[in-house]
């Protein structure tokens, strides 16, 4: 009985102190959270202003409108660095699973690689990681790697497979064609100079903007990736403090047995004499 | 009425206010805004922006290309990667410099030597840029 007893208070203290770990881990998070969220918010005023400026162009004379013809579709999947984030890269992973082959791969964040080289497939573009603060010159690699293969016809089309973010508490993996460009409508308010040609904008503005659209997709993800992190912080913790009351409910059920036994004892070894 | 500049990148918005003039470099070389332009869009190559007010004071921003958009007195200039002179850390950039003409040096690939004179051109603008906050 002695032994039991100290066992269910070494359970106690272990689950105590796991649960001051995961709470600190989602205080960590949602700090993170919120620190994303402004920069996702300056980032969305960069990404409407291209798409404005993307509705004025008149002219849709580019390779990134055309189709190619090639089965291989490129998939570029976000997932995060670290795990402890729920079902966050399962759900992402997931929707490559269900992907018919041939294609190619690119992946950014090292749970994507870890998933590829169990499953044996393989990544065009080298190790990749998406750090907490992520800038665009961190993953401008990848996006131009993605980009040189669609015009050289290694791929057909480009495909993000990532995380959208709605809310703290609802995070959508969604897959998104980013290539071809499905043609948009047109604002034609008031004409604009365009100068030295229109071809010249184009040229100019059509990688910035699908770079725009693709660093967007990991911004999303990343905010997801917090989001996730944190509700499932929340419920490790919760659970913990669950575990922790029903056990000391046993410990003190057990002890009173004890403190029973022992009396019990006692008035017998009484009467005995 | 003066212009209204932003200067916005993927990151944050690096300038916004009022100016009474913008200078840029496009891609057939060096163009003014004043208030009043007509409706543009120009590509920008990469070089400095010169903001200046109504005080006639300067501001430069080292610009890696971009787009700017001129439209009812408002000026919006994206770009992938701009920075105000004076947050240009001079000694980085020649540092960094010196780094990319070694690397360069040692590239057989004409495509990456290529990405390599980009990349020595804008540290240069950079360099060339944040000059000014020195003088």
Known sequence: ??????????????????????SAMQMVASAKLTKFEQKNKDFQEYLKTLEAMMSKLTVKRHPFFQPVNNPHIGYLVITSDRGLAGGYNNNVLKLLANKERPYNLYMLGSKGFEYAKSHGLTV????????????????????????????????????AIYTRYVSKILQVPTEKQILPIEP?????????????????????????????????????????????RMNSMQNATDNAVDIIRDLQLIYNRARQAHITEEINEIIGGASAI | MELAVRVVTPDKVIFDGAAFKVVARGLDGDFAILRDHCSLMAPLGIGELKIVDAEQKNCYIAVDGGILEVSQNQVKILSRDAMLAEDIDIARVQM????????????????????????????MNKLCCGRHCER
């Open chain 1, 1 to 22: 009985m002695m032994e039991s007893l100290r066992e269910i208070k070494d359970r106690i203290s272990a689950t105590g102190s796991m649960s001051k770990i995961t």
């Open chain 1, 124 to 159: 065009e573009n080298p190790d990749i990681f998406v750090p907490d603060d992520v800038i665009y010159h961190d993953i401008h690699t990848v996006i131009d790697q993605m980009l040189d293969d669609f015009r050289t016809g290694k791929i057909s089309k480009i495909v």
């Open chain 1, 184 to 228: 948009t409508n047109q604002d034609k308010s008031m004409p604009y100079e365009m100068e030295p040609s229109e071809e010249d904008v184009l040229y100019t503005l059509l990688p910035q903007y699908l770079e725009g659209v693709l660093y967007g997709a990991v911004l999303t993800s990343k905010l997801s990736e917090g989001a996730s």
């Open chain 2, 96 to 123: 960094e410099l010196e780094r990319s003409q070694r690397e360069k040096d040692n590239l057989k690939n004409r495509a990456e030597q290529q990405r390599e004179d980009e990349e020595i051109s804008k540290l």
